[in-house]
């Protein structure tokens, strides 16, 4: 089993800047692949934004040139900085993990709120 606690949502003004983190714990050697995911009210979830254990990392289109995804292996911890906010980012925002292979994995966070607005 793997737990994943979130943090560093809020409220911010279009424009700003928030950074959410995600750290795993329980069963784990180490993990292949760590992102991000967001659902908007009355939408899907939608993958933001995922990081390989080796570097490589992908975004949608919707976020690139604002949003950066990080981790910390040795922490097991995932970051997302999102900069230029914009009130279409407004969403929940969920950690996803998968131990083994690509996202999406089995696992994920509680979720974490997000809003822009002025």
């Known amino acids: 089993q793997v737990q994943l606690v979130e943090s560093g949502g809020g409220l911010v003004q279009p424009g700003g800047s928030l950074r959410l983190s995600c750290a795993a714990s329980g069963s784990i050697v180490s993990i292949y692949a760590m992102g991000w995911y967001r659902q908007a009210p009355g939408k899907q979830r939608e993958l933001v934004a995922g990081a390989t254990i080796g570097g490589t990392t992908n975004y949608a289109d919707s976020v690139k040139g604002r949003f950066t995804i990080s981790r910390d292996n040795a922490k097991n911890t995932v970051y997302l900085q999102m900069n230029s906010l914009k009130p279409e980012d407004t969403a929940i925002y969920y950690c996803?993990?998968?131990?083994?292979?690509?996202?999406?994995?089995?696992?994920w966070g509680q979720g974490t709120q997000v809003t822009v607005s002025s």
């Open positions: 996803n993990v998968n131990r083994y292979s690509r996202l999406p994995g089995t696992y």
